[in-house]
């Protein structure tokens, strides 16, 4: 998980709010069919492009790469539907509440479930997997990239949490160690810490401390599309260049 430093919330989002007094979430259209004059109009489309840039495109929770489509999810870290329901609506449109997610697998099990019906259904993780609960530990958290660490074992990146909440985030909540996204980060890191398709020669700490640059500046550009399970590959690089 990374930190994601938010931004004030974008003013047309704000205009739009006030003009219309959203009640319900569903009042947040996608691309309406027809737009009428005197109306102030605001959607979904909008408010995922300004997440994601917010986010260099990457899921608040794992860190997959997401495009502004609609089976990327707009997360609300406070759930509009958990036991504190009241809090939940108020929150409903706070921009400060609002995450890009992936769509944690949802769409891999459809796809699946069609092909083949009588096959259990993939593991979900992310959103599809906090549902309305509360999460212990967030990507809103300023300390959030000190609570975990990452081991790699058989071509697979685990993600280790170093304390009870941050245990319980990755492993109870979102359920980020699951086999898909595990196998994932492993070849994202193996094709930046060999040097050959053998996976037989590592980098050199010359090699990783270049890439650590590149990465860090990477980071730095806002609004940027950052590289697929960014933070994890910086905690490979700074070990690999000695920086950790």
Sequence with gaps: MRFIRKKPSPQAFEDWKRANKPADWSDLMNEPTHREEDVLYYT??????????????????????????????????????????????????????????????ALANRDRNKKEPATPSYPEYCDR?????????????????????????????????KDPEAISTIQEILNLNTPFLEKRRGEAIAGLIFEDQEKLQFISIETAKK??????????????????????????????????
């Design 211 to 244: 890439l650590l640059v590149s990465y860090q500046q990477q980071e730095d550009n806002a609004g940027g599309h950052l590289s697929e399970f960014f933070r994890v590959k910086l905690h490979f690089l700074q070990l690999f260049s000695g920086d950790i």
């Design 44 to 105: 979904k489309d909008e408010l995922r492009s300004t997440l994601l840039a917010e986010q260099g495109h990457l899921c608040c929770y794992c860190q997959r790469r997401i495009e502004n489509t609609e089976s990327t999810v707009i997360e609300h870290l406070f759930p509009r539907n958990g036991e504190d329901k009241m809090q939940g609506k108020a929150k409903t449109f706070e921009y400060s509440n609002l995450m890009a997610s992936c769509d944690g697998g």
């Design 129 to 161: 997997s906090k549902q309305e609960k509360l999460l212990p530990l967030s990507p809103l958290d300023p300390d959030v990239e000190s609570r975990f660490t990452y081991s790699i074992a058989d071509d697979k990146v685990n993600i280790v949490g």
